[in-house]
C-alpha cells in the first residue's frame, strides 16, 4: 500500500530481479495482473487501482491465484474490498518531504510465521537494523 508515486511497482521490479526473475517486469496498471513463474514458486503481481468495484477482483476470476503455493502481491487491496485472503504481510510505502528523492519510507506488519520470516529477510538483507517484532518500521532506499 502507499500513495501514487512511492515506488510499489518498483519494489515488486526489485523483489523479482533479488529472486532471480531476469526478464522483464511490467507494471500491472492496466493489465490487473503480471505473473511471473520462478525457478521457487510462482508470483502474481496485481494492482487494483482501477478497480470499479471492491468484488471486481473475483468477477475476473482471480480468486484462484490467491492459493497457498504462490507469492501474491497486491498494489492498492483496499480496492478490492474486504474479501481478499488475509495478508501473511503488508508493506505501507510512504514519500516523505523529509527524505531524499529516491528514498522510501516502509511500514512492515506481519500477519503469520510466513510474514514473519518475511521480516527477518528484510532485516538481514539490511533493510532495517533492528530485530522485527510483529510491527516495525524503517527507511530504505
Do not use: M
Not at 48 to 54: G, K, M, N, Q, W
Not at 62 to 78: I, L
Not at 115 to 125: I, P
Request: charged share 25%; hydrophobic share 35%.
Amino acid at each position: 500500500s502507499g500513495d501514487l508515486g512511492t515506488g510499489k511497482t518498483t519494489l515488486v521490479r526489485e523483489l523479482l530481479r533479488a529472486l532471480g526473475h531476469r526478464g522483464r517486469v511490467a507494471s500491472p496498471t492496466y493489465t490487473l495482473i503480471e505473473p511471473y513463474n520462478l525457478s521457487r514458486f510462482d508470483l502474481h503481481h496485481f494492482d487494483f487501482y482501477r478497480l470499479t468495484h471492491p468484488g471486481a477482483w473475483r468477477d475476473a476470476g482471480f480468486e484462484d491465484a490467491f492459493d497457498s503455493q504462490t507469492v501474491v502481491v497486491v498494489e492498492w487491496p483496499e480496492h478490492a474490498g474486504d474479501g481478499l485472503p488475509a495478508p501473511d504481510l503488508h508493506l505501507w510505502l510512504s514519500a516523505d518531504p523529509g527524505e531524499a528523492e529516491d528514498e522510501r519510507g516502509f511500514t512492515a506488519t506481519a500477519f503469520s510465521n510466513r510474514g514473519q520470516a518475511c521480516l527477518t529477510a528484510l532485516r538481514d538483507a539490511g533493510f532495517c537494523a533492528t530485530v522485527p517484532s510483529p510491527d516495525w518500521g524503517c527507511a530504505a532506499r
